[in-house]
């Protein structure tokens, strides 16, 4: 089959890999409909130590379930699925407290061996904990607001239930990518009053402002800063999502949170240390976030894109074949689109 | 009048310092009842620079109104009064919401030039949003219980409400300092179903089991953390207490806080930067806590001091003379006494 690896820094290429094939008694093996390439595929494009194997891309898609083993009871070859981009078990304790991404037998810390998501065919472990059965065609025109609920809708919208997101509350955003823009929709879903985005990139923060976002702010730095204590009363806001992970952000991030707020991270952090001393616990502020169980937000957020009512494939400016993959990332790369849609 | 200062590590003297008076308004002048010397005020104790002119020490006490400036409208000459360790109007959006120690106008970042509790006398700026008057005489038994709703009590106390602990929820304190204790004594009012103390001084264990402690692990680094997991079922638990401030014990927190759960931190932080990177992330640890808006928790807290329910005066191991107060730090430093009052 043909499949996304990437070898090193900008250095992607679609390959002829092996078919995967089920290897558990509770794995489906599902073929790709639509997937698409993340902002966090961005960190290793960048700084990925050179491989001559490869490493298998994509952690996205919505798929049609091909075969399943024999202990799989919850979905069936033809159903259409979103896949989370973590796999659970859907039974241990983590699973069933909605913190699927610590599962104890298929969470972040089990290696599962199963490859990426930019690819014409997946092995799914632990299929009845993983897969979330969706009851459309495969040719369904909501197939790229779907494909949200793999990661970016469920990403951004972890943000701000961790960061206590409610009616009344002041929100910044850090990041105009698709899980910055993501946060600002469910943001505004929870009631927000006042929703700020930084970015500087008009085409996405204009998509921002769709989606809720009351003020828009492209400075950075100090500049930054200030911009966004001028608009919530010199104080900062309630709740600020990083939804980029590099330090600068975060360091943002703690400048423009008002006493007692709350920061929230959905950008996976590029750093080990950070500021977390004397001048965050005088001012009560609380760091929170982390890898969204994006499994335990579907019940919640796919009404709203079934009935239209939210528009979050809206976050796709790109189609592209699979076998164009390296094209793009390139393009996100370059900022010259905000996220692009792989199709087998 | 008679008041400590500390001039340098190791070096506290009890001088003969200017009488304070009434400046503002709404000043109100206090006459110390009982003062104490904090488990904080052990930092500059190692590492202030040495000061010729000195500064002047402690933030907890219990008082008697002695004169009220002409706006003071709450306490009258004669009340007694518990002073929170930090200053507030009682009026601003951040009293209100019970962050008093954001004061618009008295709190943290706000310097008012009044000098400290280990003293004959005070000067209380904002009388009316900081005082507490309570209902007792000053020679009162239950003055060591008061003289903890100034600072420890309530400092514990927000660790667990920060902290999210509630009936059924894992805990462990990190120090057996009186904060560590009484967040203990917290950690049981609020329902936890286990509560691990981590500390190994005996005298101090015993009052923590006393207070609610489950079980005391006296072990450090790996064979604390181990002996912590043991007990958790491999898991860390929901709520970590960080009752220290040094980095290992923040180190040592995030090692035995359960995926999804919080590490709620007390301990003045003695450091800028730690770990917050990727390995918490992952994790979805939340750091949170910090300085204590002990006044917003006085309400709660009095009547269980008042009818004896709880005894959260029991931290005072030592009382002294105001005069030998450098005995009183030494005895602190040495771990001889818990905590040592003060009395004029």
Redesign the interface.
């Known amino acids: 089959m043909r499949a996304a690896y990437m070898y090193g820094p900008g250095d992607v290429r679609v390959i002829d890999a092996p078919d995967p094939r089920i290897e558990q008694p509770t794995d489906a093996l599902v073929r790709t409909v639509v997937s698409c390439v993340c902002g966090s595929d961005l960190h290793p494009y960048h700084s990925m130590k050179a491989n001559a194997e490869g490493r298998s891309m994509g952690h996205e898609s919505v798929s049609v379930v091909e075969e399943v083993g024999a202990d799989v009871r919850t979905v069936k070859p033809g159903d259409v699925v979103i896949v989370p981009f973590v796999y659970s078990c859907g039974v241990c304790d983590?699973c069933v407290?909605g913190?699927q991404?610590?599962c104890r037998v298929a969470g972040?810390a089990h290696p599962t061996g199963a490859e990426g998501a930019q690819a014409a065919y997946r092995r799914i472990p632990f299929a009845d904990g993983t897969l979330y059965r969706v009851d459309v065609a495969e040719d369904d025109e909501r197939m790229p607001g779907l494909l949200t609920l793999s990661d970016v809708y469920g990403t951004g919208y972890h943000a701000v239930v961790?960061g206590g997101v409610a009616p009344g509350k002041d929100v910044v955003v850090i990041g105009d990518g698709a899980v910055g823009l993501l946060a600002v929709l469910s943001a505004k879903q929870l009631g927000a009053e006042r929703i700020v985005l930084m970015g500087r990139h008009t085409a996405r923060t204009d998509l921002g402002r769709r989606y809720g976002a009351t003020d828009v702010v492209a400075e950075r730095g100090e500049e930054g800063i200030a911009a966004v204590r001028d608009l919530t009363n010199g104080d900062g806001a309630h709740v600020v999502v990083d939804a980029v992970g590099h330090l600068p952000a975060?360091e943002q991030a703690l400048a423009v949170v008002r006493?007692?707020g709350t920061v929230t991270?959905v950008g996976?952090?590029?750093?080990?240390?950070?500021?977390?001393?004397?001048?965050?616990?005088?001012?009560?502020?609380?760091?929170?976030?982390?890898?969204a169980?994006v499994r335990a937000y579907i019940d919640e957020l796919l009404p709203g894109v079934l009935d239209g009512s939210v528009d979050p494939g809206a976050v796709f400016d790109r189609t592209l074949p699979l076998d164009d993959a390296a094209e793009g990332y390139r393009l996100m790369d370059d900022r010259a689109a905000l996220k692009v849609m792989l199709r087998p």
């Open positions: 983590f407290a913190l991404t610590s972040l961790t975060y006493d007692g991270r996976v952090p590029q750093y080990a240390d950070g500021p977390i001393g004397r001048a965050q616990f005088t001012r009560n502020v609380t760091i929170t976030g982390g890898v169980p």
